[in-house]
């Protein structure tokens, strides 16, 4: 079992340029979880994807959107890039199905830097 | 909104001294709660998890957590802590009300002496 895959590992982005991060869940997992974590600060909730749609939301401008596929691989999109975007992205998969004590894996991140 | 904080940014602990993280949290019923670690660079791994039942539960790598209600804690606790278990750690709350999204503390990064 691969556990979730991120990439790329390392992105570096020009300020105003767009960027699609990529995940794959853990085998058997059916819900995308997308998370920033700036530079000394705990992760923080960018939205979850559950059956190829944007199931909720965290505090994030409409410059970031997602996309969930058939396989329950995911994307995320952020356009228009600030310097303030530059972060570690993470992204974490779970099984909703019908039981709720489940727990989030974790991929190992995309480094994000916005020159 | 649920809120959780750690209020240790930093913990330096002598190699093979014991180890208390401490986190509380507030939402308006008993959420899910979480314990993760996360190296340099890495990615976060899962320490320990309370859903219900006991307040004390084990996890991996030797760590422990309590949950207190009337504290809104759920503080981690190792009996002696090992060089490689330096890194940071992050506890984190979930509604109950099914498998929904985490509300992360900012971090308490650990430090361990010789």
């Known amino acids: 079992d691969a556990g979730v895959t991120q990439s790329p590992t390392h992105l570096i982005k020009t300020r105003g340029q767009q960027v699609t991060l990529r995940c794959s869940p853990k085998s058997g997992h059916d819900t995308v979880s997308w998370y920033q974590q700036a530079l000394g600060q705990g992760p923080q909730f960018i939205f979850q994807y559950y059956e190829e749609e944007e199931r909720q939301r965290g505090n994030f401008p409409d410059r970031f959107s997602g996309h969930q596929f058939p396989n329950y691989s995911s994307e995320l999109n952020v356009n228009a890039l600030l310097l303030g975007d530059s972060a570690l992205y993470l992204c974490?998969?779970?099984?909703?199905?019908?039981?709720?004590?489940?727990?989030?894996?974790f991929g190992q991140g995309t480094r994000l830097t916005v020159v | 909104a649920q809120s959780v904080t750690q209020p240790d940014i930093h913990i330096t602990v002598s190699e093979g001294a014991s180890l208390e993280l401490r986190c509380n949290y507030s939402y308006g019923a008993t959420p899910y709660l979480f314990w993760y670690v996360q190296s340099p660079g890495q990615g976060l791994q899962l320490l320990q998890k309370y859903f219900s039942g006991d307040t004390l539960v084990q996890g991996i790598k030797g760590f422990e957590a309590e949950f207190k209600r009337s504290q809104s804690s759920f503080n981690l606790r190792k009996p002696s802590v090992h060089w490689s278990d330096a890194a940071e750690y992050f506890c984190?709350?979930?509604?109950?009300?099914?498998?929904?999204?985490?509300?992360f503390g900012k971090g308490t990064m650990l430090l361990v002496s010789p």
């Open positions: 974490a998969s779970s099984f909703l199905g019908s039981t709720s004590n489940t727990e989030a894996f």
């Open positions: 984190a709350v979930a509604p109950n009300s099914g498998y929904s999204t985490l509300t």
